[in-house]
C-alpha cells in the first residue's frame, strides 16, 4: 500500500478514490452561470440608462433598448 503525504492530497497530485472531473465541473458551471446572469442584468440596466444619442450611435432604437432591457437577466 503506498501512502501519500497531506502536500500531495492538497496538491491534487495523488488522485483521491471516487474524484471525478463531473464533481469539479458543475460547482464551476453553477457560478459560470450566475456570471453570465450578472454581466447580461448589469448590461441591460446600463442600456435602459442610455440617452437616445448613445443609442444612436450604437444602432439601436429607444423601443429596441427598452425590449431588451425587460428581458429577465435568465434569458439571451
Same mark, same amino acid.
Given at each position: 500500500? !503506498?501512502?501519500?503525504?497531506? *502536500? ?5 497530485? /495523488?488522485?483521491?478514490?471516487? =474524484?471525478?472531473?463531473?464533481? !469539479?465541473?458543475?460547482?464551476? *458551471? ?5 456570471? /453570465?446572469?450578472?454581466?447580461? =442584468? ?35
Amino acid at each position: 500500500m !503506498t501512502t501519500a503525504t497531506y *502536500g500531495q492530497i492538497h496538491s491534487g497530485s /495523488v488522485p483521491m478514490p471516487g =474524484a471525478t472531473d463531473k464533481t !469539479t465541473s458543475i460547482p464551476q *458551471g453553477v457560478v459560470a452561470f450566475f456570471m /453570465v446572469c450578472y454581466r447580461r =442584468a448589469s448590461q441591460r440596466r446600463q442600456l435602459a440608462a442610455m440617452d437616445d444619442r448613445m443609442l444612436k450611435d450604437i444602432g439601436i432604437s429607444r423601443v429596441e433598448a427598452l425590449d431588451e432591457a425587460a428581458k429577465p437577466f435568465w434569458r439571451a
